[in-house]
């Protein structure tokens, strides 16, 4: 029998022990609440952790970095309890791609040696990042290439900021500790506009991007965030009301017809039912316009009278229309609208009164199209593009 009043003469003493890879938790795409819980886990007396999560937050997110040895304001003894339970990694460029417009395509791996792109554009005095949701996509739209590939899997909320996290790395956009802050953003903007349906993959992109529009860290506003669905409708208020990022939407016909050709899920939520769920939305996110992206298919959906009843559907939403010249893949069974269709169409638009910028061949386009190449008469396009683009806005 061991007597409880003896007095303890060992000490307990414990060795810091790195888990085995995979066995301890990636703190990338925690949000707040699930980072606590984390570090609360690890044992993280309660009192302090919410002190700690704002200063790795503040590490990860602000700094950029990825070693917990580096976190200088925390006890070298916490540290080696951080190493021993987590990790802080993003997904791995396996190749990087400059084009001479400065575009930036990343082919990057997750988990399982699966591959999606990000795609980087830069702009004046801004950058967008154009990220993936899902590992391929479960929709069929027809006119896309990334609608002909299975899905494998969701990505998760790390995989999703992570995305952003490494073309910070790529563009050296990290601020470093002691030195004023360079308040010029390359990447100012993201789109949800990659591979996948980021509708179907809802939870996971409402927490990586809780942690994107977190105002300390990454602080994109949720004004800087555009998330694009073909169109989920029972998933779009619930947008609004959980993300209240800016909507784009994948809507390339005027009639049900040929959108269930285009964009098969319309068979499950018609053109009326995505209209009403789209008319609450700016209300509900107090967002401003509706983006209605609409891929310019020669003979499909590209005529006058397809522009007329396109701004008589989208009559009192708020809203802007991005024309998209189709990208062509091996296969595929559309043809890209003339350019002076393409035109014609956006001036019907604009004299309705909407803005009808043409979206130019850059790298958004090669995501959008899944691994197309940008050829040399799509980038000779691209000023005159970028003029009626500029002339629609
Ligand atoms: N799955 C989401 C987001 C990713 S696709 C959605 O469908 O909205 C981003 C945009 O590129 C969508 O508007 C999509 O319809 C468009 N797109 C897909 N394939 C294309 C192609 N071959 N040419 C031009 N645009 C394409
Ligand atoms: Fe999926 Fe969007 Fe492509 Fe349709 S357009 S197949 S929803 S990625």
Request: net charge neutral.
């Amino acid at each position: 029998m061991t007597d409880a009043t003896a007095p303890i003469t060992q000490d307990v003493i414990t060795i810091p022990r790195k888990l085995p890879e995979g066995s301890r938790t990636n703190l990338v795409g925690l949000t707040r609440e699930q980072l606590r819980d984390a570090l609360i886990g690890a044992g993280t007396p309660e009192k302090q952790a919410k002190m700690r999560v704002g200063q790795i937050w503040q590490w990860i997110y602000h700094f950029g970095l990825r070693d917990f040895a580096a976190m200088t304001n925390l006890a070298k003894d916490y540290r080696a309890l951080l190493a021993e339970h987590f990790t802080i990694e993003v997904p791995e460029v396996v190749s990087r791609q400059i084009s001479a417009d400065g575009t930036r395509k990343y082919l990057v791996r997750i988990a399982g040696g699966h591959e999606v792109e990000t795609v980087y554009i830069p702009e004046e005095g801004r950058g967008t990042l154009c990220i993936s949701s899902q590992v391929g996509c479960t929709l069929t739209c027809s006119f896309c290439h990334t609608g002909t590939q299975k899905l494998v899997r969701n990505l998760t909320a790390g995989e999703i900021v992570g995305q952003v996290m490494l073309a910070r790395d790529d563009l050296g956009e990290w601020p470093v500790p002691g030195e004023p802050k360079d308040e010029t953003r390359l990447v100012s903007n993201v789109v949800l506009m990659g591979m996948g349906e980021p509708l179907y993959n809802f939870e996971n992109v409402r927490d990586a991007m809780k942690v994107v529009m977190d105002n300390e860290g990454l602080t994109l506003s949720r004004r800087r965030i555009t998330l694009s669905t073909s169109g989920v409708v029972p998933e779009i208020a619930r947008t609004a009301e959980e993300i209240g990022c800016l909507l784009a939407v994948s809507f390339h016909a005027t009639t049900d017809e040929v959108r269930d050709k285009l964009v098969p899920i319309n068979k499950r939520w018609n053109i009326k039912t995505l209209l009403d769920a789209l008319r609450e939305y700016p209300r509900l996110s107090n967002s401003e316009r509706i983006t209605f992206e609409y891929v310019m298919l020669k003979g499909v959906n590209d005529s006058d009278a397809d522009a007329k009843r396109l701004v008589k559907l989208i009559a009192g939403i708020p809203a802007k229309i991005n024309l998209i010249p189709f990208n062509e893949w091996p296969g595929a069974p559309y043809e890209r609208s003339d350019w002076e269709r393409i035109e014609a169409f956006a001036d019907i638009v604009y004299k309705a009164g909407y803005a009808s910028p043409i979206r130019t061949p850059r790298g958004e386009d090669i995501m959008a199209a899944c691994g197309q190449l940008k050829s040399a008469t799509e980038r000779a396009r691209k000023s005159r593009a970028e003029i009626a683009a500029e002339a629609g806005l």
